[in-house]
């Protein structure tokens, strides 16, 4: 459940660094009349027709609380609360046009694999995890940037963004 809640977050948030200038709309109702938190939207689908929703503030914020309990975060400041990625570096991967859906991958950091953790469970140290960025087309198929994938995600707790974009919770 924390893999899919957290999966949710991030693609949430890629959605939105790759369509900052669309904003200015007003955002579509989906048309089906699922609820947005609908398991259905994990069915593992990989053609156009499993799309991203967006989600409301308050629905977001009950998500993000529902993580913080589960992780006691008032008390621990060690497992992770969120990625940051550059909106350019998204920008810039996602340019391609054949590109369809984005695969949030999760993995360790070469920093901890190089303190000679590699294998070893990590659970949601920060500093250990961080998410793989990779791209595919319509048909299943991985599109590479130059050969490469999106890393140098930024983990906070330890190194969070200032301004409102510092607190768990949306505002």
Do not use: W
Not at 21 to 44: I, L, M, Q, V
Not at 110 to 117: E, F, L, R, T
Not at 122 to 140: F, K, R
Request: charge should be neutral; aromatic fraction near 10%.
């Amino acid at each position: 459940m924390r893999s899919k809640l957290l999966v949710a977050l991030f693609i949430g948030i890629a959605i939105i660094a790759c369509n900052k200038d669309k904003f200015t709309e007003t955002p579509k109702t989906p048309k089906s009349n699922a609820p947005t938190h609908s398991a259905a939207r994990f069915t593992g689908d990989t053609t156009e027709t499993a799309t991203s929703q967006f989600i409301s503030m308050s629905v977001a914020n009950q998500m993000i609380t529902s993580y913080l309990y589960s992780i006691n975060s008032s008390a621990n400041d060690t497992d992770i609360r969120s990625f940051s990625v550059s909106a350019d570096s998204l920008r810039a991967f996602l340019a391609n046009t054949s590109i369809k859906n984005v695969k949030l991958i999760f993995a360790h950091t070469m920093s901890y694999i190089n303190a000679g953790n590699s294998g070893v469970y990590a659970g949601y140290q920060s500093g250990a995890l961080t998410i793989v960025i990779a791209a595919y087309d319509t048909s299943g198929n991985y599109v590479y940037y130059g050969g490469n994938v999106l890393d140098h995600l930024i983990p906070c707790p330890y190194t969070c963004p200032s301004g409102s974009a510092g607190n768990d919770l949306l505002q």
